[in-house]
Every structure is written in C-alpha cells, then in structure tokens.
C-alpha cells in the first residue's frame, strides 16, 4: 500500500464511523451514538495533521471548518448527556433541561446537509509508506513530549492539551502501524490509553464543575479523587516515555 492509498483507507474510516453513527445521534435515543459520531470526529482531525503535507489544501480547511461548527454543538450536548446521568437528584431537572436544549442545537445541524468527502490529495509523493509513517509518527511523538515534559499537572488547560497531543498519537499509531508489520506498537498504544483515562477523567472532573456552574449550584467536593488521579500522572507519564517507538528499527 502507498501513500495515497493508506490515507484513503483512514479518511474513509473516520469518515464512515462519524457519519454512520449521525443518524443514531440524531434520534438521540442512545447517546452512545454521539459518543462514536464524535470519535470519528476525532479521528477525523488527527488524520488531517497526519496527512497534512499530502492533501489539497482547500480540501483541508473546508474539512477542518465543518469539524469546527458540529463540535460546536456536539461536544455540548455529549457533556450534558454525561452530567444529567451523574447529577445530584436535586439538580436532575434542570440538567435535564439545558440537555434538551444542546441536542436541539445537534438536530438542526444533523438534519442539514452533511456532503462530507474525503479530502482530495496531492500528487503521490515517492515516498514509501513506511518512510512517510516513521517521520510522521516522529513528529506526533515529539510533539506529545515536549506538551508533556514540563507541564503543571494542577492547571488544566495544560492536561488537556497534552491529552489532546497524545490522542493525536495514539490515532497515527493505529492508523499508520500497519506500515510496519513485523512490530508490535500494543505496548506504546497502552501506555497511551493509561494516560488518555487518567487526563480524561480530570477533564470530566472540571466539565462537571463548570455545568454545575451554569446550573447556579455550588461546585462538587471532588479533592480526593482528583488528588488520587493526579498521583498516578507521573508513573503513567514514565511508562509512556519507556513504551518502545515501534517505528524505529
């Protein structure tokens, strides 16, 4: 497989998972199906940095733009699905309330048009594949790094940035591992699946105060936990440096 064939195969990947799952999200009778639409969505902006130098630019930006307006609605209506599930009962009503209003946001975006393509490339470069994988695999490894290296684990716009470094590598790993058969990237891909859980669950902490926030509620006690998640950082942090690169000989 080249080039031009691997990030055919991931575009439409991504592409199906998003949109496969849009008409379940438009029901809205299931909210795992948001949950997926908007994984797809993700993968959909990690194979865009993947494969940036590679595809027509036009093409890009307008990919990138209608990502940008759905997660303006959809991240919204996934973090009230979450939250009305867990809330105290006495704010169960109003959770309940300001859901509806962010899946009616969802709707009326998932009942207009959705004529998403896979980007058109460029040329084929002569590149190999394994040769274009490893220095894209590089670069996502080196950028999830440097976030990491230094970063305040008490500030969150910092673990979330980090996060959204490593699931970018994360996604190139499974995208592009293939390129390199006779290696095994389980190892790194766990190590990162470690460190996505812990970031994410402190994420999920800081959506829960800022939704109890807008609800005019006090914001949760949650020291303990989130003294207990930020503990484990650093020995995640370790096992991800140490996780073999499986695109180095």
């Known amino acids: 497989m080249g080039v031009a064939a691997a990030r055919r195969a991931v575009f439409h ?11 379940g999200a438009l029901r809205g009778a299931d909210a795992e199906y948001l949950h997926q639409m908007r994984v797809g969505m993700r993968r959909l902006r990690a194979a865009l940095t ?9 093409d890009a930006r307008a990919l990138r733009r209608e990502l940008r307006r759905l997660s303006r609605v959809a991240g ?6 979450v939250f009305s599930r867990r809330v105290p009962p006495a704010l169960r009503a109003a959770a309940e309330r300001q859901r ?15 004529p998403w393509l896979p980007p058109r490339g460029l040329p084929a470069a002569a ?43 994360r996604y190139a790993s499974e995208f592009l591992c293939g390129a390199f058969p006779a290696r095994d990237p389980e190892p790194l891909i766990r190590s990162l699946k470690r ?4 970031l994410g669950e ?14 005019g509620a006090h914001p949760p006690r949650a020291e ?24 180095r000989a």
């Not at 209003?101 to 998932?110: D, E, F, K, P, Y």
């Not at 460190?195 to 812990?198: A, E, G, I, S």
């Not at 936990?225 to 995640?236: M, S, T, V, Y």
């Open 127 to 169: 590149l190999a594949l394994p040769d274009f994988a490893h220095a894209a695999l590089e670069e996502a490894d080196r950028k999830a790094r440097r976030k990491g290296e230094h970063i305040d684990e008490s500030r969150p716009r910092r673990r979330h940035a980090l996060r959204i470094r490593l699931r970018r590598l």
């Open 100 to 114: 509806r209003v962010a899946h009616v946001g969802l709707r009326a975006m998932l009942r207009g048009p959705l």
């Open 76 to 81: 919204p209506a996934r973090d009230w699905d």
């Open 224 to 247: 303990r936990r989130e003294k207990a998640l930020l503990a484990q950082l650093p020995a995640a942090w370790r096992g991800f440096c140490a996780a073999p690169r499986f695109w």
């Open 50 to 58: 993947v494969f940036d130098g590679t595809l027509r630019p036009t």
């Open 13 to 23: 990947e991504a592409l199906g998972q998003m949109l496969d799952n849009a008409p």
């Open 195 to 198: 460190l996505q859980d812990l």
């Open 202 to 215: 402190l994420n999920d902490l800081e959506v829960a105060r800022r939704l109890r926030e807008e609800l």
